[in-house]
């Protein structure tokens, strides 16, 4: 079993930065992807960003320029750093990962942007 801790959410004016952190525990073999989702009330979950491990990272358009991930491979942790953040940025972030081909999510975390 794999666990995903995340931290790092909070309430932030627009324009302002947040930084999220997700860390991996348990049987963590085989990583081949670990990124960020996020989903706002009354809406369906949606990719944010994500790393691959052949090196690949993929971003929505939506937070292209402002937001960049990161993976501490020493660690197990995937970041999030979230600059410009705007009031529509306002949602649940959850962590995903896969492990040995198989898909683990952590708690979220609420992120809120207030105009």
């Known amino acids: 079993q794999v666990q995903l801790v995340e931290s790092g959410g909070g309430l932030v004016q627009a324009g302002g930065s947040l930084r999220l952190s997700c860390a991996a525990s348990?049987?963590?073999?085989?990583?081949?992807?670990m990124g960020w989702y996020r989903q706002a009330p009354g809406k369906q979950r949606e990719l944010v960003a994500n790393i691959i491990s052949g090196g690949t990272i993929n971003y929505a358009d939506s937070v292209k320029g402002r937001f960049t991930i990161s993976r501490d491979n020493a660690k197990n942790t995937v970041y999030l750093q979230m600059n410009s953040l705007k009031p529509e940025d306002t949602a649940v972030y959850y962590c995903n990962a896969y492990y040995s081909g198989k898909p683990f999510w952590g708690q979220g975390t609420q992120v809120t942007v207030s105009s």
């Open positions: 348990g049987s963590i073999f085989r990583w081949t992807v």
